[in-house]
């Protein structure tokens, strides 16, 4: 089997509408120097779990990780696996519907669910009718029309499973195109959702019971929203980027950063933008307690940034690390833990001079302080990084043999 990819997403016209009248005029300003260490870091060795060919993402609930893929076969289909603390595989589950189905993002919600959104055709019915030869063919020539043997990727699907990989709920909606799902966040009052349509930025909210609102664009085509968290109070906090005005928020740099939030009437209340004079900006990943992380480029110089931010959007903490750009951030324990494609020395890790790129973990305090790290040398670039209170540490990165594997936080 293979995994699949997306098709080409298709053009559709999209218009953002802004109906709340005030936005946040402050943009946070993110130091290039970093909160000093209180010593000299040792780098630690990562326990690798497992290699994890063609895996998508990586959820952990309790003492369960669950991986998902996309294969194929006679059709599209996802593979989801729960493996145990170790990487032992514990079960194997395959969402099937008989049409094609693809997932893009995962998340687990308050009461442990998993929610996994994606891409699914609609399921063609099968005419088993038999075709009446005419009188006036003796032959007994049969002309059928032919029909299309795959639908269009055109509904945004969830589906929702149990810890345990059961099937509970299937819950979809009919799109112009497939959707592009960048990002997903669940809680008890429902499961947001943002992406492209078309390369429009959009975002949706589905009810506990499969119940979906309305989609609201963001921006255009110069807009990207790469991350979502639902609050409490169903208000719903957006990041990514822009290189266009959004609010009544001009551009500062070639593109900035953007953080916004969404009431749960679905009006945008507040946009703050993250600049660097003639840099390129873009916060690319969250996790619920408002850590951020993204890149900054400037130059030549690239930099992932991690930050701390309030309910209001005001900067805690910041630190930033020279990087090729991608990182990922999870908060657990009173531990902020930032992954990044490490490419050069950092500030406060002893020995650490990468000759090629390299993953690093850092675990951060609750200020921004450098408290530990770790890698593995077959390591390279993270995707993704999870946390549970139950087993603690987990991440999903490429290695130089180019597959995914699961790597731990070492404990001893």
Do not use: C
Request: proline share 4%; hydrophobic share 45%; glycine share 8%.
């Amino acid at each position: 089997m293979r995994r699949i990819a997306l098709p080409i997403l298709i053009a559709v016209s999209l218009t953002a509408f802004f109906t709340a009248p005030n936005f946040a005029t402050a943009a946070p300003k993110s130091s290039k120097a970093s909160p000093p260490a209180s010593k000299q870091i040792a780098v630690k060795k990562l326990d690798l779990i497992n290699t994890a060919k063609d895996v998508e993402g990586l959820v952990a609930i309790g003492k369960t990780l669950i991986t998902y893929s996309n294969m194929g076969g006679a059709n599209l289909n996802i593979l989801v696996s729960g493996l145990d603390a170790t990487g032992i595989q514990l079960w194997q589950k395959t969402i099937d519907s008989g049409a094609d189905e693809v997932a893009l993002a995962a998340t687990a919600d308050t009461t442990g669910n998993l929610w996994i959104a994606g891409s699914s055709a609609p399921v063609v019915a099968i005419d088993s009718r038999t075709v009446q030869t005419p009188s006036d063919n003796p032959d007994g020539v049969v002309i059928e029309s032919n029909s299309p043997l795959r639908s269009d990727l055109n509904q945004l699907t969830l589906w929702k499973l149990s810890v345990q990989g059961e099937l509970l709920a299937t819950y979809s909606i009919a799109e112009s195109a497939p959707a592009l799902i960048n990002g997903i966040s669940a809680n008890t009052s429902g499961v947001s959702i943002v992406g492209q349509i078309a390369d429009k930025p959009f975002l949706i909210s589905v009810s506990p019971l499969g119940v979906f609102g309305k989609l609201i664009p963001i921006g255009t085509a110069k807009t990207a929203i790469n991350s979502v968290v639902r609050n409490a109070d169903a208000s719903i906090n957006l990041f990514g980027s822009s290189s266009e005005a959004l609010g009544g928020k001009k551009l500062v740099g070639i593109r900035d950063g953007v953080l916004i939030k969404v009431s749960k009437t679905g009006s945008i209340s507040t946009v703050v933008r993250s600049s660097a004079a003639k840099g390129d900006r873009s916060w690319i990943s969250s996790d619920n307690s408002l850590v951020l992380t993204g890149y900054v480029k400037t130059g030549k110089v690239v930099e992932s940034a991690f930050t701390k931010f309030t309910t209001a959007f005001v900067p805690s903490w910041t630190i930033r690390f020279p990087s090729d750009g991608g990182s990922a951030v999870i908060s657990g324990a009173g531990t902020t833990y930032a992954a990044i494609g490490s490419n050069s020395a950092v500030t406060g890790v002893s020995g650490w001079k990468p000759t090629i790129n390299q993953l690093l973990l850092i675990a951060l305090d609750s200020k921004g302080v450098v408290t530990s790290a770790f890698s593995a040398p077959e390591l390279i670039a993270p995707i993704s990084l999870t946390y549970s209170k139950e087993i603690g540490l987990y991440g999903l990165a490429k290695a130089k043999d180019g597959i995914t594997t699961i790597f731990h936080q070492e404990t001893r």
